[in-house]
């Protein structure tokens, strides 16, 4: 699974939209981008993933570039509930076998009023 | 919705004794998964099960054992507690299929091993 980069930590006013950038330089063709969060003292929580298109849906949206070496998660209106550690992760889809999620340390996004 | 609970949110025991974390998914799930999380470390993989009676072992079994005996419920087993498996651990359950890696997690359960 190819490692993903994210910076450690961002600050977003509420209602404001959040941009969470990832960068996966080294993922391969067959590989998704998956974001998951994780509200304190909470299991994480599925988001959004994709391919190459970009993806939304009633929580996210989700940016893929043309190279796919990146993508930014979008939520469009932060709110309070919003505040969370947002994990990018790349993974094969659909592959069989060890069927786990490799999560990094991702980014805390602390939405302020 | 996917409902994904674990038996007990804290729990504390003393080293050597016997811990059991249970899991259980209402959604007919075929793929169950025990996590643990620790600072720095992101979620680590212990063991998972595509069905029931099967496990596989993950990134970090030593020290656990796990038990599917229903498709609903997944046991996570310590047989002899230490300090260093004070942990918060995670379940989670995916359905096999178009969306299998999808993954649905319970609220964990945050150990301490005194």
């Known amino acids: 699974d190819a490692k993903t980069t994210q910076p450690p930590s961002m600050d977003c006013a509420e209602g404001r939209a959040a941009n969470l950038p990832c960068n996966h330089s080294t993922i391969s063709g067959n590989e998704y981008v998956y974001w998951y969060r994780q509200i304190h003292s909470q299991g994480p929580q599925y988001i959004i993933h994709?391919?190459?298109n970009n993806e939304t849906n009633e929580m996210a949206s989700l940016i893929i570039t043309e190279d796919r070496k990146s993508s930014t998660l979008i939520l469009p209106h932060a709110t309070l509930r919003d505040t969370a550690v947002y994990y990018c992760?790349?993974?094969?889809?659909?592959?069989?076998?060890?069927?786990?999620?490799?999560f990094g340390t991702g980014t805390r996004l602390t939405v302020i009023p | 919705d996917v409902k994904v609970t674990q038996s007990s949110r804290y729990l504390v025991k003393r080293t050597g004794e016997k811990v059991f974390l249970e899991c259980v998914q209402d959604?007919?799930?075929?793929?169950m998964f025990w996590y643990r999380q620790d600072p720095g470390l992101g979620l680590r993989l212990i063991y998972f099960s595509y069905d029931v009676k099967m496990k596989e072992k993950g990134d970090i079994p030593e020290g656990y054992s796990v038990s599917r005996e229903k498709k609903e419920r997944f046991s996570l087993i310590l047989e002899s507690a230490s300090t260093n498996q004070t942990s918060m651990y995670l379940c989670a359950s995916s359905p096999r299929g178009v969306l299998q890696e999808t993954q649905y997690f319970g609220p964990g359960t945050r150990l301490l091993v005194l």
């Open positions: 959604m007919d799930h075929e793929n």
């Open positions: 994709g391919l190459k």
């Open positions: 992760i790349v993974r094969v889809f659909g592959q069989t076998g060890a069927n786990n999620l490799f």
